[in-house]
């Protein structure tokens, strides 16, 4: 298995505009989650998924932050409108037996 | 609630010299936790983990952990530090026995000087 795969690695964006982030969690995990890590706050959980259904979305920081996960193979992660104070590396991670795979995230920076 | 603390933000180690990293627990019930590192750029990966049985528990990349109940901690441990060791570590225990949802602790950044 490849492991987990985040798309895109790197994003720049302006303020204001629409940012999609793409998980591909490892095939069978039972579990998918987004993380936000700044210098700042450090590693924050930002929403969680248990086959497919949210379980738990209160790190999500505003309305204008959502996730989906439409299968069990894809999630995005989505920011619109984005503010520079969104820049921070976004990471998913797929689980089973809670042993956690990360992917290699994506550096979100907003202009 | 289930929680992990590291107490240090940063460990400086000589290479050549043992290291250790500390994490602390608070947990009910029977504690699983672990141990993930995150290299510059990376995600975390998964070190080692203790559930059940040998309080000393061996991992990836020659690191080993102690669980020790009395004192509720889960320190992270090895002999001879590598240059290449320098990351971020976090401690992480489970929210609860039905759930993969982890607890981070806040990491401790390791550096290690040649």
């Known amino acids: 298995d490849a492991g987990v795969i985040q798309s895109p690695r790197h994003e720049v964006t302006e303020m204001g505009q629409e940012v999609t982030l793409r998980c591909k969690p490892i095939s069978g995990h039972d579990y998918l989650f987004w993380y936000r890590q700044t210098m700042m706050r450090g590693l924050e959980l930002l929403i969680y998924?248990?086959?497919?259904?949210?379980?738990?979305d209160s790190g999500m920081p505003e309305d204008r932050f959502s996730a989906k996960m439409p299968n069990a193979s894809f999630s995005t992660l989505k920011i619109q409108p984005s503010e520079p104070r969104d820049s921070a590396v976004y990471f998913c991670a797929s689980t089973k037996y809670t042993e956690a795979f990360f992917g290699q995230g994506t550096r979100l920076t907003v202009v | 609630a289930q929680s992990v603390a590291q107490p240090e933000d940063q460990v400086n180690v000589a290479e050549g010299n043992p290291l250790t990293v500390k994490c602390t627990y608070s947990v009910s019930g029977n504690p699983y936790l672990f141990w993930y590192v995150q290299y510059p750029n990376r995600g975390l990966q998964f070190l080692l983990k203790?559930?059940?049985?040998?309080?000393l528990v061996k991992g990836s990349y020659g690191f080993e952990a102690e669980f020790n109940k009395s004192q509720t901690s889960f320190h992270l441990k090895k002999p001879s530090a590598l240059v290449s060791d320098s990351a971020l570590y976090f401690c992480a225990v489970p929210q609860g026995a039905y759930t993969d949802k982890l607890i981070f602790g806040t990491g401790t950044r390791l550096q290690v000087f040649p």
């Open positions: 203790y559930i059940t049985g040998d309080n």
């Open positions: 998924f248990n086959n497919n259904v949210p379980i738990d």
